[in-house]
């Protein structure tokens, strides 16, 4: 394969890393905002008593919901590793290690900036 092939992958594997860094970058910040503005109106209102809620199903239902999660995000790996061993790909195995080596460094950059 000729070294351009591989630098645009290497390139193009920053490029698509940088943007998906800073992309998680933004929707953890908002995630994070949102789910702290719920918990301190929940927290407000049992403090004046306007609500009662119940601390442990609100603990166990997080804890469920992450472990849900977790578990999807398991079985992707899993199913895009499956993906990636399928003969068709191998083929192509140097362009997608030169837009993986690139990937990385780009989504560090992304979650950085």
């Avoid at 209102?45 to 166990?60: E, F, K, M, S, V």
């Avoid at 977790?70 to 195995?93: E, R, W």
Wanted: net charge positive; with cysteine.
């Amino acid at each position: 394969m000729a070294i351009e092939s591989l630098l645009f992958s290497c390139g193009g594997g920053f490029a698509v890393g940088a943007i998906t860094g800073y992309a998680l970058k933004l929707i953890l910040k908002l995630a994070a905002i949102i789910l702290g503005a719920f918990f301190l109106g929940l927290m407000y209102l049992a403090y004046r008593g306007w609500i009662h809620p119940d601390w442990q199903t609100i603990q166990n239902q997080t804890q469920s919901g992450i472990m849900n999660a977790t578990h999807m995000a398991q079985q992707y790996i899993q199913s895009t590793a499956t993906q990636l061993s399928h003969p068709s790909v191998i083929q192509t195995q140097s362009t997608m290690v030169a837009a993986g080596i690139g990937f990385l460094p780009g989504f560090l950059l992304g979650v950085r900036k």
